[in-house]
């Protein structure tokens, strides 16, 4: 591609995944507890790994000069309150306003799946509102995760829509790579970056997304073949948020060609069709806690630990992190061995910190934020570790803040109690306490399958666990509302797969 120097572009942008089951609301304090940058950080929060990275280093190799303008980022968690999204906006579009006379597009790091208390599709607002202020021919990129809510208004808004291809998600940085390149193919004004999509039917449970193995594996080779083709920029499939209770809910693919919108449809409904062929083989099956504790405790010694992955508590779905499922399954039913597991628990980690380490704690544990899902349960321990629960995630790379952290061991149990909801997609947070997780029996990790890249590498197996949750991957168990149906899981007999 010709150079394009001279071409300025800003970069802004609001990231936060909702989950609608989730009690309660998310407020600023998350986006100022994860990021909350403006000017020059917003180019370097990330560490050079993370989207803004991506489009970095393409804005170096063709010339374009990147305007860094403001960045926020709540992580995820319950519905955003109408109030600190509209700060939020507000804040970034006064910022923009700023350098909009002087830029030649503007390139928007977008989660894709956040909610807000009026707002069931916050990414279309975004974009929205910027192309009535800047009018119809200005570019506008986007990129989003995977889990991304496509919507109509955002596919009205802009055709150089781009989201991850990984789940578990690798690709940050090659995302916000690709979304620079439709919007360098805007800015060269040779043929006009066209999005075709499709809208499907179709939804399944996160741990059902797995791009490396399984189903949607060759769905996604189909996909790198796409992008290879003559006339195709780009192609996007997003296998949305699940626990989201919104109208447009379901699984899209995208297929961005050189104006070719007819191309692009035979692509996205090509794609659309080898999702939807695959409707029964996403749906996850997990484990009953009672065959997981049998299967460890009959288990040979072994120098890794077998992973029991709560997903129904996802801390990265947006899950608050105070289940106390398996621990109550444990107290009666021991594993033999040590067992390491997280709860959020703002009032437990608070006694921890008044005891002191060495002191002993009598107390309930968990079910004190999602007592729609789980109750309380009384327990006595000893304080083993206290610390500021500050730590840098390395999957994703970035600062994470679980508040006030105690380590708290009940017999062989040693918990994590974090005062707020903690990323457990990696393994920093047990590193960051002292816990060696590869040498524990058995480790909780409270995640709907991204915990897959970071931990099998280290566990001697890796056990999916039913559970009870706000990120239930038993999806009709959950009270969906608002969302359109037909809709698979939730209807089985469905003619036409198209929306
Ligand atoms: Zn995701």
Redesign the pocket.
Known sequence: MASLKGKRVAVAGITF?SNSFAPGLTNLDAFERYLFAEGPTVLTAGFGKDEIGGAISVADELGIELVPVFASDGGCGPTVSDKTYEFLKERLFSKLSEVLGSVDGVYLRLHGAMTAESYEDVEGDLIESLRKIVGPDFPIAVSC???GHFTEKMAKSTALIAGYQTCP?LDFFETGARAMRLMAAELSGTKKPTLSYRKTKLLASAEGHDTSFGPLRAVMDRLHEIEKLPGVLDATIFCTQPWLDVTELGWSTLVVTEDNPELGQKLADELALMLWDRREAVLFRKEKVENIVAEINASEPSAKPFIIADGADSTSAGCLGDSNYLLKYLLQNPIKGTVYMTVTDPALAKKCFAAGVGGEVTSDIGGSLSPVFFSPVEVTGEVVTLCDGVYQSKYPSKMFNSGPTAVFRVGEISIVVTSKPAFMLDYQLYLRVGLDFTSAKAVQVKSAGGYRGYYEPHAFKCIDMASPGSADSRLPKLPFTKTRRPLWPFDLDIEDPWY
């Open positions: 995944e995760d995977f889990h998600h």
